[in-house]
């Protein structure tokens, strides 16, 4: 199995930028699809962004379609949410986590998943 530990989350002003990784061990991260998911207090976790293996297509909640970007390293074996026109909405915990053969929107669908960082943008 593959393990998978975020960071880069933290607190920014809404109008900035952050950039998470997610770094994957055990595992070769190209192989799987990948996903980024968020979770605001009270809320339902909720799909953000997925990639296919090899990075073959990315796709995007239309949410944050045109402010955040999916990409993978797989010289470092890491995976990045780049985020960037920040909203307080895009306020939550956001996760990574992978499974077999394609991205879902459903997080049921995922087989791992790290531990989640925090992202905070004030107004």
């Known amino acids: 199995q593959v393990q998978l530990v975020e960071s880069g989350g933290g607190l920014v002003q809404a109008g900035g930028s952050l950039r998470l990784s997610c770094a994957a061990s055990?595992?070769?991260?190209?192989?799987?699809?990948m996903g980024w998911f968020r979770q605001a207090p009270g809320k339902e976790r909720e799909f953000v962004a997925g990639?296919?293996?090899?990075?073959?297509?990315?796709y995007y909640a239309d949410s944050v379609k045109g402010r955040f970007t999916f990409s993978v390293d797989n010289a470092k074996n890491t995976i990045y949410l780049q985020m960037n026109s920040l909203k307080p909405g895009d306020t939550a915990v956001y996760y990574c986590?992978?499974?077999?053969?394609?991205?879902?929107?459903?997080?049921?669908?995922?087989?791992?998943w790290g531990q989640g960082t925090q992202v905070t943008v004030s107004s």
């Open positions: 990639i296919m293996p090899n990075g073959a297509g990315t």
């Open positions: 986590a992978s499974r077999r053969n394609t991205w879902s929107t459903s997080w049921g669908q995922y087989t791992n």
């Open positions: 055990g595992r070769t991260v190209s192989v799987y699809a």
